[in-house]
């Protein structure tokens, strides 16, 4: 009983760190049983995307309740007992240019939506805050390259927090004392992105091992992570709250266990945060512009 309640304490010294700001922040970003469609959109990618899969929902139902009634008004009207004596011709040229050109009009419809949605989401404007991750085998590193420090990030219950990828009474305790419920266990992570509300963030996204992909889906974005390369994303959150992701690229055993969680403060909360970051992880302070320039 000492044992555990020491080992609480030592839990709770390791997950007290300066990255845990939480405090009143509402868990947005989250799947949750039984429910159907998006996460609750949070950025203004995430509502376009969203709105490009609600208006490309109505077009494939039209096509298919379209096909569906030329299928059974063939199965009814020409099948062997009521015509008996099919007609032989072999071609319709107004059919033929209808069924070529409306297919056309209908891709184009659908692209002149989609691409500029898909141009939104890949040209990468200038970001305010510029962050780093780095796809591990089995968590992810992040780096705030403003403020040369970097951190990793590891599931709540995953071997490097103690646990061993299974819900056991310490996991629950540790995420509740991080400020998370049993319900996010796989999702819950000991450091996290925190990031403050209205700002252009833009991550660079690699991978250090294999093929891995990060993701949130309540922003919007996924990207690989791939060996060797640099990608891109951005996102500019504007509600406060957490946010859940999980890798989405398989990359080995323990793929499921390497969730990511993103914060989104209010700007003095990410001052704050920032501030104690860069000291936990011995960055680059952030008046240092002011101090090289003198
Ligand atoms: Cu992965």
Redesign the pocket.
Request: hydrophobic share 35%.
């Given at each position: 009983m000492r044992l555990t309640s020491s080992l609480m304490a030592a839990m709770t010294a390791f997950l007290a760190l300066p990255a845990m700001a939480q405090e009143g922040l509402e868990i947005v970003g989250k799947p949750v049983d039984g429910k159907m469609g998006f996460q609750p959109a949070a950025t203004e990618l995430a509502r376009d995307l969203q709105w490009l899969d609600g208006m490309i929902n109505v077009i494939i139902i039209a096509i298919v309740i379209f096909v569906t009634a030329l299928l059974v008004i063939v199965m009814i009207r020409y099948n062997r007992k009521t015509n008996a004596t099919p007609a032989s011709f072999t071609h319709n040229s107004p059919i033929e240019i209808a069924w070529t050109i409306i297919p056309i009009v209908i891709l184009v419809f659908i692209g002149a939506f989609s691409l500029p949605v898909l141009f939104k989401q890949q040209e990468i404007p200038e970001g305010e805050i510029n962050i780093k991750v780095t796809?591990?085998?089995?968590y992810w590193g992040y780096e705030y390259t403003d403020h040369d420090f970097a951190f990793d990030s590891y599931m709540i219950g995953a071997p490097a927090t103690g646990g061993d990828n299974r819900m056991t009474p310490e996991v629950e305790a540790q995420l509740i004392e991080a400020g998370y419920s049993k319900d996010e266990f796989l999702l819950a992570t000991d450091t996290s992105v925190v990031v403050p509300v209205g700002k252009t963030v833009v991550m660079t996204v690699t991978?250090a091992d294999?093929?891995?992909?990060w993701t949130i889906p309540a922003f919007g974005v996924k990207q690989d992570?791939v060996p060797g390369r640099l990608a891109q994303l951005w996102f500019n959150a504007e509600k406060e709250g957490v946010y859940f992701g999980q890798?989405?690229?398989?990359?080995?055993q323990?793929?499921a266990y390497?969730p990511i969680t993103v914060k989104v403060v209010s700007e003095e909360a990410y001052a704050e945060w920032l501030d104690g970051a860069i000291e936990e992880y011995a960055g680059t302070p952030r008046s240092v512009d002011v101090a090289q320039a003198d």
């Open positions: 796809g591990y085998q089995w991978g294999v093929i891995h992909s992570a890798c989405s690229e398989l990359c080995g323990a793929h390497m």
